[in-house]
């Protein structure tokens, strides 16, 4: 069973549909029993980190997401939040990964959120093994994580590089949207259902 959590962020229908085009049936639940019973975990999101957080703290979901040992993956928001902190509301996250989450700086010539389609490099882990260096993947956002020795791939926006992607043990996450990035997104999702 496939668990996609529900929490209080956005994007959830656009992995759903994802999950359906691939042929996967998922629940989506904030029922810690049932994440904690799945599969795999689905961690989507596109919203504001210290609402979310609060969220999945009300709810004991914190405590369930750092213990899970099954494959995990975190979307965009659901990634940041995956991480020790973010600027974002001055935020205590989830620390499953030692970085702070940093707002881009507004810049001559960059727009802040960066969106648009970007391409990975130095890419790395399971996640990646039908893709190929410089493949583009589709992002929506205004905070990144640093590169660190847990980024599996990275990119480039505002004069910043920063982690595309982070991975540690059973838990991987994705600052960009797979759901959204085409036959390359595709076929990283299908790596995470059906390879780890």
Request: glycine share 8%.
């Amino acid at each position: 069973m496939i668990a996609v959590i529900k929490y209080n962020a956005g994007n959830i229908l656009s992995v759903m549909n994802a999950l359906s085009r691939l042929g996967k049936e998922a629940v989506l639940t904030d029922d810690p029993e049932i994440i904690s019973s799945a599969d795999k975990v689905i961690f989507p999101g596109v919203g504001e980190a210290s609402s979310a957080m609060r969220y999945l703290n009300e709810r004991g979901l914190s405590t369930v997401i750092r213990s899970l040992k099954q494959p995990f993956l975190g979307i965009c928001l659901g990634m940041q939040l995956m991480c020790a902190s973010s600027e974002e509301g001055d935020t205590e996250c989830l620390g499953i990964f030692p970085s702070e989450i940093i707002q881009f700086r507004r810049g001559a010539g960059w727009k802040v959120p960066h969106m648009g389609w970007n391409t990975l490099e130095n890419i790395s882990g399971p996640l990646y093994k039908d893709t190929k260096e410089m493949e583009y993947v589709y992002f929506v956002h205004s905070y990144y994580a640093p590169l660190s020795e847990y980024t599996s791939a990275e990119t480039e926006y505002a004069g910043v590089r920063f982690s595309a992607s982070l991975s540690k043990d059973n838990f991987h996450g994705m600052q960009f949207h797979p759901e959204k990035s085409g036959d390359a997104g595709e076929r990283m999702l299908r790596c995470f259902l059906e390879d780890l």
